[in-house]
């Protein structure tokens, strides 16, 4: 601890914050902002095991939490560098950053036995990515179809408050002096700037049996993909089988072998056959079955 506070000598001074409560004194910041990552760390611990005996309110009580949110900041912009290619401004993306930081900040307990650098970085990087997925196009879409867009609304804006109706796509590319295939181009990329979940609601007049959702009109289910679950389910199963009954059962249900074509191979008659793949194929459904009532 003193290692750490004697690095940061020329941020911090002596300081007898939490004295009154009668706490131990926490160490006077001068500059969080400039208190080295390595020293953060150490002196976070400090700040952190005060804050947890200070009453909420109180002067020192902020002095201690608005410390530790300056001193991890270096935090925000790190999170926030990974971000940079997106095109959107740094100091917004820090900005958003600092909310996951001053939330990680309010959470974080000591008694976690985890550092609160790895604490804290999900709860920067999940803010900033919300804010993407809140102020950026669904899918992705040109620049150039995107300013179309916002040109088109402008222009259907003016028309239809001229016209007191919607306005048609040759007025609009009179207007804009555009093409009516360029028109009709930047309505469909308008479609890319907002997303419906398949979880949302569907009204509509006359509709029994309660709200529909978008996923139940689009795709359909695919056989394949419960074949796959129950082969999941019955490899564990099949392991359990002897040599003979997994080679009778790779017989008939892969190669599609018939009964008597089985029999022949293992030098039995077909109602043998068919007795020993009706006793593999129970006890395979008993096993199934007792997977699903410990489930």
């Known amino acids: 601890m003193d290692t750490a506070v004697n690095r940061s000598k020329a941020q911090v001074v002596e300081r007898t914050a939490g004295t009154s ?8 910041i001068a500059e969080p902002r400039a208190v080295a990552p390595r020293d953060a760390r150490e002196l976070s611990r400090q700040f952190f095991q005060r804050l947890s005996e200070l009453e909420e309110g109180t002067q020192e009580f902020q002095y201690a939490r608005n410390t530790l949110i300056e001193m991890n900041m270096s935090l925000v912009r790190f999170a926030a560098g990974r971000f940079r290619g997106r095109g959107d401004d740094m100091e917004d993306i820090v900005q958003t950053g600092m909310i996951g930081l001053i939330k990680a900040i ?4 000591l008694s976690r036995e985890v550092e609160f650098t790895s604490f804290a970085l999900p709860y920067i990087v999940g803010e900033i990515k919300r804010f993407f997925r809140d102020t950026t196009w669904a899918v992705h879409v040109p620049r150039r179809l995107q300013e179309l867009r916002v040109e088109l609304a402008k222009a259907r804006e003016e028309l239809s408050s001229r016209l007191d109706r919607e306005p048609s796509v040759a007025e609009l590319a009179t207007l804009m002096n555009i093409s009516e295939n360029e028109v009709i181009e930047g309505q469909i990329a308008s479609n890319g700037y907002n997303s419906s979940s398949l979880d949302a609601a569907l009204t509509g007049d006359g509709a029994e049996g309660g709200e529909s959702v978008l996923a139940d009109f689009i795709g ?6 419960r074949l796959v679950e129950d082969c999941q389910s019955l490899a564990p199963l099949m392991a359990e089988l002897g040599e003979r009954d997994r080679q009778i059962i790779h ?23 068919s ?6 194929i129970s006890r395979l459904r008993e096993g199934m079955l007792g997977e699903l009532d410990c489930a």
């Open 21 to 28: 409560t009668g706490g131990a004194p926490l160490p006077g």
């Open 106 to 109: 309010d959470r974080f307990e």
């Open 251 to 273: 017989m008939r249900f892969v190669e599609e072998a018939t009964q008597a074509e089985i029999g022949e191979r293992l030098g039995c008659s077909q109602m043998h056959v």
């Open 220 to 225: 359909v289910e695919e056989d394949g993909l």
């Open 275 to 280: 007795r020993l793949i009706k006793r593999i």
